[in-house]
């Protein structure tokens, strides 16, 4: 079996910093994507950013420059800087991985963590 678990969140005043990890454990052949989305209620949850097991990353253009996603291949984790927070940044972020595991493919996705950002 394969599990995501998050870790970091929490809350912080516009301008701040947060750091969220995602750990992959389990019967792992290998990690294909890595990525974080967020979600606000009632709204869809929506993709911040991805990294690619060849290294490319992609971001969502709200967080550009902003945002920094990295993975330790060696740890099966991916970091997630956030930086400059925004009052609209508040929202379960949730790592989500494609993954190659002994049984088949699939995506798994994380326990979820808040992120509050607020004055």
């Known amino acids: 079996q394969v599990q995501l678990v998050e870790s970091g969140g929490g809350f912080v005043q516009p301008g701040g910093s947060l750091r969220l990890s995602c750990a992959a454990s389990?019967?792992?052949?290998?990690?294909?994507?890595m990525g974080w989305y967020r979600q606000v209620p009632g709204k869809q949850r929506e993709l911040v950013a991805d990294?690619?097991?060849?290294?490319?990353?992609s971001y969502a253009n709200s967080v550009k420059g902003r945002f920094t996603i990295a993975r330790d291949n060696t740890k099966n984790m991916v970091v997630l800087q956030l930086n400059s927070l925004k009052p609209e940044d508040t929202a379960v972020y949730y790592c989500?991985?494609?993954?190659?595991?002994?049984?088949?493919?699939?995506?798994?996705w994380g326990q979820g963590t808040q992120v509050t950002v607020s004055s």
């Open positions: 989500n991985a494609r993954i190659a595991a002994i049984y088949g493919t699939g995506d798994y």
């Open positions: 389990g019967s792992i052949l290998s990690i294909l994507r």
């Open positions: 990294t690619m097991s060849s290294g490319n990353t």
